[in-house]
């Protein structure tokens, strides 16, 4: 029994260290916010935890944490409703425990996300899973419980808009 | 406008936590997993993080369990278990069909009797009132011995009857005889013992006497296990000589007298209970005795070959 929840400790461990970049990732881009982001990315990893807890099996780990971060982002966002992004935008930056150069990688994208945010959120949710986090075709189908053939034309479309928004 | 996004996404992947804010966010997870043991850990346990990165591993050690497996479990099996049915009536049929001709018929035949004398012996030693199932091995046994018989005459005429004149060597009475006389014998290996014990000068106490009575059991077990051991090597020489030899025909036959040989001899063992110290004594000599000329027999007939 011990030895099970100590197993279980190092494998949560390896899990974290896999994916937590990727997360952050992901959830740095949809709410372009260091500390949320940071927060979000923590509470996904702990919700693993509590759904082991509660008895569940996760077959496939990388979907179930975009899932998870999709989810809280939604929640984030629903709680967050009366602030303008803007402002989440504006104290977004957080040197505390950041180096000059991520800083400014942080920074950069930020301000190109500020171009995104012209897309409606699904399709930039899509293609930041897609050409940021690389995930594949059958992971996003996993992670937004949908089909690979709708992910595939959803990513298209997406696509398609933001060339629109780039080129005026 | 497309090198803008694609500049983008290119950035985006260099995001990534800072060492400091990884370690932190991992201690506190860490103690969070700590603070929060998993109880019901066996369903949570081996399948969620071993299944996804041994799913092919996974799949075909199910695979093998759930055919291959069975049947190599089986082969350890014995009467009563519930893959005794797989061991018989699939391993065994399937492997007889490698036997094609009368020689290796016979030969498999041989192998089927030592499979339930193995069992029968196994029976005997491990389950109480188990008479049907021995009666059935030892009627299986039988059928089989005559097959293979039948079939390693089929094409060896000449050769049969050299070892089958050792048939005249064993007393062939011996099965009904030692019956009657052990319904006859009363005394017990256990009784025996008391007797000898009352016999010496009186013991110190009560506790003294039942000690020396267990004592004398305690020998007698062994003297009996001694016996049946040394049967066992007798048996053992035989089957070396059998394979000293490099005629077929005649190391099937020979196999054939043995397994006889070890199958009359478990009727006897078998009624051990029933039987004083010296009975087995009697029939584990006459047992040995059989063996020598038998492996005897063997020799000399290779000689003539």
């Known amino acids: ?168 | 406008m497309k090198n803008e996004l694609e500049t983008l996404f290119e950035k985006g992947k260099n995001i990534h936590l800072s060492q400091k804010e990884k370690s932190d966010m991992k201690a506190s997870l860490i103690s969070y997993a700590q603070n929060h043991p998993i109880r019901s850990i066996e369903s949570a346990l081996p399948w969620y993080m071993y299944f996804q990165s041994h799913i092919a591993v996974t799949a075909f050690t199910l695979l093998v369990f759930m055919t291959g497996g069975s049947s190599v479990v089986a082969e350890k099996s014995f009467p009563g278990d519930a893959l005794y049915g797989v061991k018989t009536g699939v391993n065994e049929q399937v492997l007889g069909l490698f036997a094609v001709s009368s020689q290796s018929k016979a030969q498999w035949q041989v192998t089927l009797a030592d499979r339930r004398l193995q069992e029968v012996e196994h029976v005997a030693l491990n389950q109480n009132n188990a008479e049907e199932t021995k009666n059935a091995l030892i009627a299986q046994i039988d059928q089989h011995i005559k097959s293979a018989t039948e079939q390693s005459e089929q094409d060896t005429e000449s050769e049969a009857s050299d070892i089958q004149n050792i048939n005249d060597i064993r007393p062939d009475t011996a099965t009904q005889k030692k019956s009657s006389e052990i319904e006859t014998v009363e005394a017990p290996a256990l009784f025996m013992a008391t007797m000898a014990v009352s016999s010496e000068p009186t013991p110190s106490s009560p506790v003294r006497a039942t000690e020396i009575v267990l004592d004398e059991v305690d020998t007698g077990e062994k003297k009996i296990v001694d016996a049946f051991e040394k049967v066992q090597s007798a048996q053992e020489k035989v089957r070396q000589v059998i394979e000293s030899k490099e005629s077929k025909k005649v190391k099937i036959q020979a196999e054939i007298e043995l397994v006889k040989a070890r199958r009359t001899f478990f009727e006897l063992k078998d009624r051990e209970n029933k039987q004083t110290l010296v009975d087995i004594s009697k029939i584990v000599d006459q047992e040995i005795q059989y063996l020598e000329t038998l492996s005897e027999s063997i020799i000399e007939t290779g000689d003539r070959e």
């Open chain 1, 1 to 168: 029994m011990k030895k099970n929840q100590k197993y279980l400790e190092q494998e949560y461990a390896k899990t974290f260290d896999e994916y937590s970049d990727a997360i952050f990732r992901h959830c740095f881009f949809r709410v372009s916010h260091t500390e949320v982001a940071r927060d979000i990315t923590q509470d996904a990893f702990i919700k693993v935890w509590q759904y082991l807890i509660l008895g569940g099996e996760i077959l496939n780990m990388k979907a179930f944490l975009y899932k998870t971060a999709n989810n809280l982002i939604i929640d984030y966002y629903r709680k967050k409703k009366s602030e303008s992004l803007d402002t989440l935008c504006e104290d977004g930056f957080d040197p505390i425990g950041d180096t000059a150069e991520q800083i400014t990688d942080r920074a950069e994208v930020n301000q190109a996300l500020a171009v995104l945010e012209k897309l409606p959120s699904d399709d930039r949710d899509i293609l930041v899973m897609r050409y940021v986090d690389d995930l594949t075709i059958e992971e996003i189908a996993d992670a937004l419980d949908q089909t690979q053939n709708a992910v595939s034309v959803r990513i298209h479309r997406a696509l398609e808009k933001a060339k629109k928004i780039f080129t005026p």
